[in-house]
Structures are given as C-alpha cells and as structure tokens.
C-alpha cells in the first residue's frame, strides 16, 4: 500500500475529479462519489494506492490540520528551515 497526499484540482462535470498525487503532482482521475461530499477544489487529502495504483482510501484534511502538517518539530514551517540552512 502506498500512503500519499493529493490535491483535489479540478472536478470534471457531476462524475469526476482529478487529484494531483505527490510531490510530482501526478494526474489521478476519480469518481467524485469515491471523495468525501461537498469537497472542492485545492482540498487536500490523506490517500492511500493499493501497489497496482487502485484507490482504496481518501480521508479529507481539515484546514486546522494543514498548518501542524507543514511545520518541523521546533515549529517553524519547514520551508523557512530549508531556508536558514
């Protein structure tokens, strides 16, 4: 199984949404009805690929969540870190 995070870019009619997976934002395409309701675009998810790249899980990231996400242990966000060094 392959844990990930993806980007909800756009959605495509009422059927379909495509995610950008990773860091090399790889185009995913998915039934909406596999995604939490009342999702829009630049959500972001916790997803998780069986090894033959089939999604099995997607779990929405709350906004409250993103912050912590992006932050080292000492607090600062990890692109300020990058920087200093």
Known sequence: MIKMIAVLDQIIGENYAVLLIGEEEADFLVPIKKLPPD?????LFFIAL???????????????????????????????????H
């Open 39 to 43: 999702v829009k675009e630049g959500d």
């Open 50 to 84: 069986s090894n033959e790249g089939v999604l099995l899980s997607v779990i929405l990231i709350e906004e409250h969540e993103v912050l912590p996400m992006l932050c080292s242990e000492d607090g600062l966000p990890h692109f300020v870190k990058e920087l200093n």
